[in-house]
Protein backbone atom coordinates (compact mmCIF):
# COMPACT_ATOMS: atom_id res chain seq x y z
CA UNK A 1 0.00 0.00 0.00
CA UNK A 2 2.59 2.56 1.18
CA UNK A 3 5.60 2.17 -1.05
CA UNK A 4 9.20 2.46 1.00
CA UNK A 5 12.53 1.56 0.65
CA UNK A 6 14.07 -0.38 3.26
CA UNK A 7 17.82 0.71 3.50
CA UNK A 8 18.22 -0.67 7.19
CA UNK A 9 19.25 -4.30 8.47
CA UNK A 10 19.09 -5.40 12.03
CA UNK A 11 22.83 -5.69 13.34
CA UNK A 12 21.66 -6.34 17.03
CA UNK A 13 18.96 -8.40 19.52
CA UNK A 14 18.13 -7.83 22.45
CA UNK A 15 16.20 -10.75 23.42
CA UNK A 16 12.88 -11.30 25.54
CA UNK A 17 14.75 -12.58 28.65
CA UNK A 18 17.10 -9.79 28.24
CA UNK A 19 16.75 -6.81 31.20
CA UNK A 20 19.37 -3.73 30.46
CA UNK A 21 19.29 -0.89 33.07
CA UNK A 22 21.25 2.32 31.76
CA UNK A 23 21.77 4.53 28.73
CA UNK A 24 21.78 2.36 25.33
CA UNK A 25 23.56 3.65 22.12
CA UNK A 26 23.57 2.36 18.48
CA UNK A 27 24.37 2.03 15.29
CA UNK A 28 22.75 0.59 12.39
CA UNK A 29 19.73 -1.41 13.17
CA UNK A 30 18.86 -2.52 16.41
CA UNK A 31 15.82 -4.62 17.72
CA UNK A 32 14.59 -4.76 21.13
CA UNK A 33 12.37 -8.01 22.68
CA UNK A 34 13.28 -7.19 26.14
CA UNK A 35 13.30 -4.02 28.58
CA UNK A 36 15.23 -0.81 28.88
CA UNK A 37 15.83 0.98 31.70
CA UNK A 38 17.10 3.81 30.77
CA UNK A 39 17.48 5.63 26.95
CA UNK A 40 17.99 4.25 23.66
CA UNK A 41 19.80 6.60 21.15
CA UNK A 42 20.57 6.05 17.92
CA UNK A 43 23.84 7.55 16.57
CA UNK A 44 22.70 10.42 14.82
CA UNK A 45 25.20 10.56 11.83
CA UNK A 46 24.36 7.39 10.28
CA UNK A 47 20.82 6.06 8.97
CA UNK A 48 19.43 3.83 11.75
CA UNK A 49 16.26 1.83 12.45
CA UNK A 50 15.09 0.48 15.49
CA UNK A 51 12.37 -2.11 16.05
CA UNK A 52 10.26 -2.30 19.82
CA UNK A 53 8.43 -5.74 19.53
CA UNK A 54 4.92 -6.49 21.47
CA UNK A 55 7.23 -7.71 24.04
CA UNK A 56 9.40 -4.86 24.70
CA UNK A 57 9.19 -2.35 27.02
CA UNK A 58 11.65 0.69 27.08
CA UNK A 59 11.52 3.33 30.55
CA UNK A 60 13.24 6.12 28.99
CA UNK A 61 13.99 7.85 25.30
CA UNK A 62 13.79 6.57 22.37
CA UNK A 63 15.84 8.23 19.60
CA UNK A 64 16.46 7.46 16.14
CA UNK A 65 15.29 7.68 11.85
CA UNK A 66 13.38 4.72 11.75
CA UNK A 67 11.45 3.74 14.77
CA UNK A 68 8.86 0.23 14.66
CA UNK A 69 6.99 0.49 17.68
CA UNK A 70 4.75 -2.18 18.46
CA UNK A 71 5.70 -2.76 22.38
CA UNK A 72 5.45 -0.17 25.42
CA UNK A 73 7.38 2.98 25.57
CA UNK A 74 7.44 5.09 29.03
CA UNK A 75 9.18 8.00 27.54
CA UNK A 76 9.53 10.56 24.51
CA UNK A 77 10.10 9.53 21.28
CA UNK A 78 12.04 11.39 18.57
CA UNK A 79 12.13 10.04 15.07
CA UNK A 80 14.16 11.76 12.32
CA UNK A 81 12.73 10.02 9.70
CA UNK A 82 9.95 8.01 9.74
CA UNK A 83 8.02 6.36 12.88
CA UNK A 84 5.36 3.12 12.39
CA UNK A 85 3.16 2.83 15.06
CA UNK A 86 1.98 -0.94 15.02
CA UNK A 87 -1.69 -2.10 16.45
CA UNK A 88 -0.46 -3.05 20.27
CA UNK A 89 2.33 0.39 20.14
CA UNK A 90 1.75 2.15 23.50
CA UNK A 91 3.64 5.18 24.04
CA UNK A 92 3.40 7.17 27.61
CA UNK A 93 4.92 10.64 26.51
CA UNK A 94 5.82 13.40 23.79
CA UNK A 95 6.24 12.37 20.29
CA UNK A 96 8.49 14.11 17.54
CA UNK A 97 8.29 13.00 14.25
CA UNK A 98 9.31 13.64 10.21
CA UNK A 99 6.62 11.09 8.89
CA UNK A 100 4.22 9.21 10.82
CA UNK A 101 2.27 5.74 9.78
CA UNK A 102 -0.06 4.89 12.59
CA UNK A 103 -2.61 1.39 12.66
CA UNK A 104 -5.76 1.16 13.93
CA UNK A 105 -5.13 -0.02 18.07
CA UNK A 106 -1.86 1.98 18.53
CA UNK A 107 -2.22 4.53 21.59
CA UNK A 108 -0.32 7.64 22.38
CA UNK A 109 -0.52 9.00 25.74
CA UNK A 110 1.31 12.32 24.78
CA UNK A 111 1.67 15.35 22.10
CA UNK A 112 2.34 14.43 18.57
CA UNK A 113 4.64 17.21 17.15
CA UNK A 114 5.94 17.45 13.42
CA UNK A 115 9.39 18.43 13.66
CA UNK A 116 9.81 21.98 12.61
CA UNK A 117 13.24 21.44 10.91
CA UNK A 118 11.79 19.13 7.98
CA UNK A 119 9.78 20.77 5.18
CA UNK A 120 6.31 19.14 5.40
CA UNK A 121 4.79 16.70 7.69
CA UNK A 122 3.15 13.70 6.67
CA UNK A 123 0.90 11.35 8.26
CA UNK A 124 -0.20 8.02 6.91
CA UNK A 125 -3.28 6.70 7.84
CA UNK A 126 -3.19 2.95 7.17
CA UNK A 127 -6.30 0.46 6.47
CA UNK A 128 -7.15 -2.15 9.39
CA UNK A 129 -7.47 -5.34 6.94
CA UNK A 130 -9.20 -6.86 10.67
Not at 73 to 76: D, K, R, V
Given at each position: MFSRKVKNTIDSLIGSATKIEGDLHFKGGLRIDGHICGNV???TESSSMLII???AIIDGEVRAAHVVVNGV????VISTELLELQPKARISGDVHYKTLEMLSGALVSGKLTHDAEQEH???KLA???A
Open positions: IADSEQINGPAVLASN
